[in-house]
């Protein structure tokens, strides 16, 4: 089992910065991929990054790319998402994931955060 709570959301004007912390415990964070997902009101979940287990790989949704970065600290068991240039279609509740390897798609993943509400005004 791995318990998995997110932090760090908000709300943030356009052009702003917020950074999504998640711990995990029950399992060594090292043993796990992990990953950030997104659903909106209204949308269907999507991915936004993924990392795998030694951090070393990563992917990002095109919709992303350039403005997020995804990065692990496993001597902490933590995994972060660094949002900048935020947009207010990145409006959302980001959710937290582990699995066993890094995929976008989010049905291979196995545990699931309770979700951080991110709000991005225009």
């Known amino acids: 089992q791995v318990q998995l709570v997110e932090s760090g959301g908000g709300l943030v004007q356009a052009g702003g910065s917020l950074r999504l912390s998640c711990a995990a415990s029950?399992?060594?964070?090292?043993?796990?991929?992990m990953g950030w997902f997104r659903q909106a009101p209204g949308k269907e979940r999507e991915s936004v990054a993924v990392i795998s287990r030694s951090g070393t790989l990563t992917s990002y949704a095109d919709s992303v790319k350039g403005r997020f970065t995804i990065s692990r600290d496993n001597a902490k068991n933590t995994v972060y998402l660094q949002m900048n240039s935020l947009k207010p279609e990145d409006t959302a509740v980001y959710y937290c994931a582990a699995g066993r390897i890094a995929t976008m798609n989010g049905h291979e993943y196995d545990y699931w955060g309770q979700g951080t509400q991110v709000t991005v005004s225009s």
């Open positions: 029950g399992r060594t964070a090292s043993s796990i991929a």
